[in-house]
């Protein structure tokens, strides 16, 4: 399997652009996850999806994040409008839980940057 | 609540040294405990885990974590550390009553000094 993968893997924008950021899970996995990485905060949970449906949402840091996962192997993550604090290196991950404790395997990420 | 604490932000051991990178967790129920491991401009890499059964888990590149119950820790080791070792790890929890999420410490930087 090809593991999780990301796009972009670095993305340079303006202020006030959107930004949408692509994941696809390794197949058969029913969790995806989405994490922000900073070095001021570490890292976040944003958001996380089991078969499609978002669980916990809490982690959005404002209405100008959005997550959707319309099918079982494609999720993104959308900035609109971004904003300088939004540079960060952002993760996806997923997971497969049958058989008790999954293991989380993590894309290799997206850096955003938003001048 | 459940939470995860990585006391050290940076670790530093000599090339061939024994290293331990500490963790203790906090969880309402019974915990399923990781550790993961990211190098420079890379994902988090799985390295190890615990669910149940014999507290010394061994895992990849040679790590291995000891689950103590009593002190509620998981900590990291390796006999002899490799400066190829040098990188950012973390730890993570999940609380097996609440569902899917995991808990990440805020992580420690190893650095392997040839």
């Known amino acids: 399997d090809a593991g999780v993968i990301q796009s972009p893997r670095h993305e340079v924008t303006e202020m006030g652009q959107e930004v949408t950021l692509r994941c696809k899970p390794i197949?058969?996995?029913?969790?995806l996850f989405w994490y922000r990485q900073t070095m001021m905060r570490g890292l976040e949970l944003l958001i996380y999806?089991?078969?499609?449906?978002?669980?916990?949402d809490s982690g959005m840091p404002e209405d100008r994040f959005s997550a959707k996962m319309p099918n079982a192997s494609f999720s993104t993550l959308k900035i609109q409008p971004s904003e300088p604090r939004d540079s960060a290196v952002y993760f996806c991950?997923?997971?497969?839980?049958?058989?008790?404790?999954?293991?989380?395997?993590f894309g290799p990420g997206t850096r955003l940057l938003v001048l | 609540a459940q939470s995860v604490a990585q006391p050290e932000d940076q670790v530093n051991v000599a090339e061939g040294n024994p290293l331990t990178v500490k963790c203790t967790y906090s969880?309402?129920?019974?915990?399923?405990l990781f550790w993961y491991v990211q190098y420079p401009n890379r994902g988090l890499q799985f390295l190890l885990k615990?669910?149940?059964?014999?507290?010394l888990v061994k895992g990849s590149y040679g790590f291995e974590a000891e689950f103590n119950k009593s002190q509620t820790s998981f900590h990291l080791k390796k006999p002899s550390a490799l400066v190829s070792d040098s990188a950012l790890y973390f730890c993570?929890?999940?609380?097996?009553?609440?569902?899917?999420?995991?808990?990440f410490g805020t992580g420690t930087s190893l650095t392997v000094i040839p």
């Open positions: 197949s058969g996995h029913d969790y």
């Open positions: 991950a997923s997971s497969d839980p049958t058989g008790g404790a999954e293991t989380q395997y």
């Open positions: 969880v309402s129920g019974n915990p399923y």
């Open positions: 615990y669910i149940t059964g014999d507290n």
């Open positions: 993570a929890v999940r609380d097996v009553g609440t569902g899917n999420q995991f808990y």
């Open positions: 999806f089991n078969n499609n449906v978002p669980i916990d």
